[in-house]
């Protein structure tokens, strides 16, 4: 009976090992599936990805294919629109951006000339009496002569950009171009003429002296000159007080930027009456100055005050500009171009730079209409003192408007230039009599006025003046660049 009881035990235990066997294979399996369930959802979660990301990529590609080849007529209407607003908001504003916005159209032109084809009559004749509704506006201030919207659409037709157009249509309607609002935006129609190569040699080696008195170290790009440093050989001077060169071991060097053949040279000076003098340091670091800002001059035009508002004052030795260039080997003949920038102190500055200045040319400076910094000398005196010194003022540029706050609340506020309070001002060395320049001023003033300034009538004077008296033919070579 016992051997029984174990016998059964002993098949028991075997029947239980058994089980457990089948419990450990059944777990190894459970694991192989777990892991293999795992690998699918991994598999199939990057399938999704993949998925997911050429669904994206397909609705990207069609969608920039919608933006370039569907353009409807509400969407050319809203950038027309905004073109006007944008032109009625800078009228008297920084004409560059709105020549750069004007030709934002031209690698639209291909696509809306075919875009026009495709429109039916009622359309094309909607569209003509819109554009022509639009250039008229743009240009003269008022509603559109009968017979515009024909000619409007011919020049659309022909695959015209925007830009060619406001010009096919200015041209159309001469006797409009006295109109207060064709003069205050002619300036954005005129085209982008590179200078000519005119066979100077001599000018060429000689190249330029360009001293800039207030100089900041901003990008050569934002400096009004750099087309003149990019083209030709020039010796530029600048002033920066702040520069970390010691005057000691100022140096001319090479200016970087592909294919310049210009040099540089910067001092740190402040340039003033050659006295002692307090430096303030604004809480907008531009407006700093040897004068301290007129608060109650700017308190009406609301963030002019706080930019003028001065943080830090630091006593300076100021030098004049005559003592610093006394002796220079690149001021002893020509200085072709003079730029003072130095918030209210330009008085200081060319009275006493007389000697610099009966060897300038063209002269670009900075003044003010208000007194804008407490004591500073304004506009009116300083052009007495450049007239006496044989400049003639030929315009302003990049004008400074202030916008009144009371009109801060309004959303049409930003619309309105607001009150001139300063302006930089272009002055031409005997500009009301050129012939007093030698043949060489000439050609360097001409090309002065058409890279900087784009003065392409007065460079086209300064040409003529100096075929007369040379024999040359350089107007004839200029004006076929406007051919």
């Known amino acids: 009976?016992?051997?029984?009881?174990?016998?059964?035990?002993?098949?028991a235990e075997h029947h239980v090992q058994s089980q457990l066997a089948m419990v450990e294979r059944l777990r190894a399996q459970q694991g192989k599936a777990t892991k293999s369930l795992e690998q699918a959802s991994s598999h199939v979660a990057a399938l999704t990805l993949e998925v997911e990301r050429e669904k994206e990529a397909r609705e990207t590609a069609i969608s920039a294919l919608t933006s370039q080849y569907d353009t409807s007529l509400e969407e050319m209407s809203a950038y027309y629109q905004q073109l006007l607003?944008?032109?009625?908001?800078?009228?008297?504003?920084?004409?560059?951006?709105?020549?750069?916005?004007?030709?934002?159209?031209?690698?639209?032109?291909?696509?809306?000339?075919?875009?026009?084809?495709?429109?039916?009559?009622?359309s094309r004749k909607e569209l003509a009496s819109y554009m022509s509704e639009f250039c008229s506006t743009f240009l003269f201030g008022r509603l559109p002569p009968e017979e515009m919207s024909r000619a409007i659409l011919q020049l659309l037709e022909r695959?015209?950009?925007?830009?060619?157009?406001?010009?096919?249509?200015?041209?159309?309607?001469?006797?409009?171009?006295?109109?207060?609002?064709?003069?205050?935006?002619?300036?954005?129609?005129?085209?982008?003429?590179?200078?000519?190569?005119?066979d100077d040699p001599q000018g060429e080696d000689r190249g330029f002296v360009i001293v800039d008195v207030g100089a900041e170290a901003l990008e050569f790009q934002n400096d009004v000159y750099a087309p003149v440093l990019k083209s030709h050989k020039?010796?530029?001077?600048?002033?920066?007080?702040?520069?970390?060169?010691?005057?000691?071991?100022?140096?001319?060097?090479?200016?970087?930027?592909?294919?310049?053949?210009?040099?540089?040279?910067?001092?740190?000076?402040?340039?003033?009456?050659?006295?002692?003098?307090t430096?303030?340091?604004?809480?907008?670091?531009?407006?700093?100055?040897?004068?301290?800002?007129?608060?109650?001059?700017?308190?009406?035009?609301?963030?002019?005050?706080d930019s003028l508002e001065t943080v830090e004052t630091i006593p300076v030795k100021t030098q004049r500009l005559d003592d610093v260039c006394k002796g220079r080997s690149w001021a002893k003949s020509t200085v072709d171009l003079l730029k003072i920038d130095v918030q209210g102190g330009t008085f200081d500055v060319i009275s006493n730079a007389t000697d610099t200045l009966s060897k300038t040319l063209v002269c670009q400076l900075e003044a003010e209409f208000a007194e804008v910094y407490s004591g500073e000398v304004?506009?009116?005196?300083?052009?007495?003192?450049?007239?006496?010194?044989?400049?003639?003022?030929?315009?302003?540029?990049?004008?400074?408007?202030?916008?009144?706050?009371a009109m801060s609340g309004c959303g049409e506020g930003?619309?309105?230039?607001?009150?001139?309070?300063?302006?930089?001002?272009?002055?031409?060395?005997?500009?009301?009599?050129?012939?007093?320049?030698?043949?060489?001023?000439?050609?360097?003033?001409?090309?002065?006025?058409?890279?900087?300034?784009?003065?392409?009538?007065?460079?086209?004077?300064?040409?003529?003046?100096?075929?007369?008296?040379?024999?040359?033919?350089?107007?004839?070579?200029?004006?076929?660049?406007?051919?």
């Open 1 to 11: 009976m016992l051997s029984d009881a174990l016998q059964k035990l002993q098949t």
């Open 85 to 122: 607003d944008a032109s009625n908001s800078t009228a008297q504003g920084i004409e560059s951006e709105s020549v750069a916005f004007l030709e934002k159209s031209e690698g639209q032109r291909k696509h809306i000339a075919g875009w026009i084809g495709r429109l039916d009559h009622n």
């Open 159 to 198: 695959g015209n950009s925007l830009l060619a157009v406001l010009r096919g249509a200015a041209r159309l309607y001469p006797n409009l171009h006295s109109s207060e609002r064709f003069r205050a935006v002619r300036g954005y129609l005129r085209q982008t003429i590179e200078m000519p190569v005119l």
């Open 234 to 277: 020039c010796h530029l001077v600048r002033f920066d007080p702040f520069s970390k060169v010691p005057a000691g071991k100022a140096r001319m060097r090479k200016i970087r930027f592909p294919g310049s053949r210009s040099r540089q040279l910067t001092l740190p000076c402040f340039i003033g009456t050659g006295e002692t003098a």
């Open 279 to 305: 430096f303030h340091v604004n809480r907008y670091g531009p407006t700093s100055s040897l004068y301290r800002g007129n608060a109650k001059v700017a308190a009406p035009f609301g963030l002019l005050k």
């Open 378 to 405: 304004q506009f009116s005196a300083i052009d007495e003192m450049m007239r006496q010194s044989d400049f003639g003022l030929l315009d302003l540029h990049d004008p400074g408007h202030q916008t009144y706050g």
């Open 414 to 483: 930003s619309y309105h230039p607001g009150r001139l309070l300063w302006s930089d001002f272009i002055y031409i060395k005997h500009l009301d009599d050129l012939d007093r320049l030698d043949s060489q001023e000439l050609l360097k003033v001409a090309t002065l006025l058409h890279e900087m300034y784009r003065k392409y009538d007065v460079t086209a004077e300064c040409l003529r003046l100096h075929d007369e008296r040379e024999k040359s033919n350089f107007l004839a070579t200029y004006q076929a660049a406007f051919a």
